[in-house]
């Protein structure tokens, strides 16, 4: 089988996050979710929530699905890169994205989470896409929705095609012909860290030379940025009039009117170019002039992130073969 469906924006101004409508248990429970490569625990708000942690989002409520089954004694508890986190007991139950079910995925249900998923009404959870080693739930760890689809698919492959300020794709099964242009180019994935681990073999500054030199950095579209090595973000900021690295802000900025140039980055001996507009991510409050930056140094993080800011830039399929490898057309 396949399934395909849709990621939307959650803010129409600028791309913080993209949801996918998710339906789960029986009868069917729609949940908007955030589809994210960079973690494994498929995780929702749920009715073991107390009221005061909700504010607008859906919740799923297990009791009301007949096919929903407590997955008794396991327990989750998640924190992400950026702090934020939740954890919750377990059911299984059936899930579908875009027509392509799966009859008994661990659906982990919230008890609590930080106050920036509640302050955050459109994120109603997430659906784990890193490998499964990630997988938060104990004693016994589960599979993520992908890996429990394997299987079934026709091809072991989902697919990212993400949209600057409107809505893309998410595809599992089959490689859309219609949503890329030239050829897909592959290469390896190193899964040992649970996430979509790649080699990019460069970079440029807008029309400036092409640098090779390879970075290992992760496909995350569960991040908002780019995040690379401080010398790259460096030599990005020496272009742009007026950037300074805010300590107050947490990373570059600079007046909004400033001209931005592209960035452009390898993989293999495919080139893909981040447009200026998407590296102009947004203004630090609302309606002030000075302007937050797409790509921000990886120093504090740890690791190199292609978060969304450059995978909308291009039409990425997360190949789940053995051996995993990684591909990237453009579109
Ligand atoms: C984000 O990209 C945020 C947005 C965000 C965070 C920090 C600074 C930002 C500056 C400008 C613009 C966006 C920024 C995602 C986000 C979107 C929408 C609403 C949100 C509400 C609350 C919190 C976050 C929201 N976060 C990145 C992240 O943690 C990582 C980051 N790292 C930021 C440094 N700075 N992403 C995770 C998924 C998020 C979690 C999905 C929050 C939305 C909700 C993961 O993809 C990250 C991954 C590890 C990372 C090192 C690759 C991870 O934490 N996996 C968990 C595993 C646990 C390892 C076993």
Do not use: M
Not at 7 to 12: E, K, L, S, T, Y
Not at 197 to 202: A, E, K, L, N, Q
């Amino acid at each position: 089988g396949t399934g395909s469906a849709a990621a939307v924006p959650i803010n129409a101004d600028f791309d913080i996050a993209y949801v996918t409508p998710v339906t789960l248990g029986t009868p069917p429970q729609t949940l908007q979710l955030d589809f994210d490569s960079g973690s494994s625990d498929l995780w929702v708000f749920s009715s073991h929530l107390p009221t005061s942690q909700i504010r607008g989002q859906q919740i799923y409520a297990p009791n009301k699905s007949s096919t929903a089954k407590l997955l008794d004694g396991h327990s989750w508890s998640i924190t992400y890169g950026d702090g934020s986190g939740s954890r919750g007991n377990v059911y299984t139950d059936n899930v579908t994205v875009g027509g392509l079910t799966v009859g008994s995925q661990a659906i982990e249900c919230a008890q609590q989470v930080s106050s920036s998923f509640t302050t955050e009404d459109h994120i109603d959870g997430l659906v784990g896409l890193g490998f499964s080693t990630l997988n938060t739930v104990s004693p016994k760890s589960q599979l993520t929705f992908f890996d429990n689809a394997k299987s079934n698919l026709d091809s072991p492959v989902f697919t990212a095609d993400l949209k600057y300020k409107q809505a893309g794709t998410y595809d599992f099964g089959f490689i859309d012909e219609a949503k890329y242009t030239g050829e897909i180019t592959y290469v390896p994935v190193n899964s040992d860290p649970g996430y979509w681990t790649f080699p990019s073999s460069g970079y440029a500054v807008g029309s400036g030379n092409f640098t090779a030199s390879s970075i290992s950095g992760i496909a995350d579209t569960g991040t908002s940025l780019v995040y690379l090595p401080t010398a790259i973000v460096t030599a990005y900021y020496r272009q742009v009039q007026g950037a300074t690295n805010s300590r107050s802000y947490g990373g570059y900025v600079f007046p909004c009117a400033s001209t931005l140039p592209t960035f452009t980055f390898g993989v293999g001996a495919a080139r893909f170019t981040i447009p200026a507009a998407y590296l102009n991510y947004a203004p630090v409050t609302p309606g002030s002039a000075t302007c937050f930056g797409g790509l921000q140094s990886s120093s504090g993080v740890g690791i190199n992130i292609w978060g969304d800011v450059a995978l909308k830039a291009a039409f990425v399929v997360f190949n789940g073969g053995n051996p995993p490898t990684i591909g990237w057309a453009a579109k």
